[in-house]
């Protein structure tokens, strides 16, 4: 038997409550609770599927990593997946519009084809005149790549299973509709019974699947949360349109490591992988430039070294600013505050910018120091001494702390050719770098600028 009832589904998260409320109770998010009706079965004891547990030791263990991966030929891209996709996977890529995306996926399943099988692209979006003219420009025309200009999901769902590809590439999941499902396009409801049709077509079918998505003016995935959920991988591909630098980031991996990081420079040819990205995040750099600092960041298991600015002006406002690039805002106001405690440098009756050259975001605490020494060079009007590069944690105490893989970050210094590094101390050393060992951030500043 069956019966109607009345739910409220949040629009953000999924999460459902019997009655209205201002704010989900889940992820507090305000207004996004809608009402639904659904059908609900009454149970009627009957004995259930017939579905049983089994020993965890007696279940076939998975293959090794790597080993079943569909290899991309985008260097970057497999390196950060860990070898390429995994046959049957569901991968989200998001990113602001005209960052690359189809581009990226444009060459990805080029590569595909010509390694394991054929491709679909699935474009909601754009024409297949559109994408065939993207193609020729890339290079990637090879045989055995279709596309289908189609939004209605069982009529990809009807080619895909015809066609049986080894990876097919839905451009984008907000264009993507079921008749069935209430709602136009990219609403709350067609996006994510799209998004499970299509990750049961994954599993059933083996394929693996890219579901590219848009994101909102805050940085998210556009949609329900349960869309990021219901994939195995989620990728966010960032960067500034007006500069060449891209960078994809790892949010969510089930078959390997999250928090990887992959770099690609845009070029009138597509994307190419950019195999040293330290170096290209240094080319730039001016030595002994006032408010300018080197630092070792980790990005999944890649050191990088990158530059950190600082930029101090007096200014007679009640509220001076603090604007960060690429690092968290919050953070510099915390760090700036202990420079001013426990450094005695005077900051609050001055603007204060920061930023990291190239477009990274650095999210790890190993660039406070760096932030901190570059912020006390642009007050007092010097630079870090040649060939130094800063690693360390700032703690409120103005102690510096500890950070991980230290030694993995000095042998990147070192490679790049700085020779002296000021860090906390009890950090092992590494061969042809003089390792200057610091207790606090009044230390920490002194040593980066004194012989």
Known sequence: MAKTR???????????????????????????????????RLHTGHAGSGASAVPLAAVPRAAA????????GVGELDRVLGGGLVPGSVTLLGGEPGIGKSTLTLQAAAGVVRAHGPCLLVSGEESAEQVSSRACRLGATPEGLYVLAERVLPDIDAVVRGLEPVMVVVDSIQTTTHPDVAGSAG????????????????????????????????????????????????????????????????????????????????????????????GLFLADRRP??????????????????????????GTNAPMPRRSAQGVDTGRLGMLLAVLERHA????????????????LRVGEP???????????????????????????????????????????????????????????????GVEGMQVVCVDDVRAAVAAATTP
């Open 344 to 359: 005695d440098i005077a900051l609050t009756k001055a603007d204060v910018y920061v930023s990291v050259a190239g477009g």
């Open 65 to 72: 990593p790597g080993a079943a991966h569909l290899a991309t």
């Open 187 to 278: 609403s709350v409801s067609q996006v994510r019974e799209c998004a499970h049709a299509l990750v049961h077509m994954a599993k059933t079918t083996g394929t693996a699947v890219v579901l590219v998505g848009h994101v909102t003016k805050e940085g998210d995935l556009a949609g329900p949360r349960v869309l990021e959920h219901a994939v195995d991988t989620v990728l966010s591909f960032e960067g500034d349109r007006h500069h060449a630098l891209r960078m994809l980031r790892v949010v969510k991996h089930r078959f390997g490591p999250a928090q990887e990081l992959g770099v690609f420079e845009m070029r009138a040819d597509g994307l190419a992988d950019v195999p040293d990205p330290s």
């Open 288 to 313: 002994g430039l006032a408010g300018s600092a080197v630092t070792a960041v980790l990005e999944g298991a890649r050191p990088l070294l990158v530059e950190v600015q600082a930029l101090v002006v």
């Open 6 to 40: 009345t739910i409220h589904r949040c629009g953000e998260c999924g999460a459902e409550t019997p009655r209205w409320l201002g704010r989900c109770p889940e992820c507090g998010t305000w207004g996004s609770l809608a009402e639904q009706a659904v059908v609900a």
């Open 366 to 428: 190993g660039v406070d120091l760096a932030v901190a020494v570059a912020a006390a060079g642009a007050s007092g009007g010097f630079g870090t001494l040649d060939g130094t590069v800063v690693v360390g944690e700032l703690g409120l105490g103005g102690e510096v702390r500890q950070v991980a893989h230290g030694v993995r970050r000095l042998a990147e210094a070192a490679r790049l050719g700085f020779r002296r590094a000021v860090v906390p101390r009890g950090t092992p």
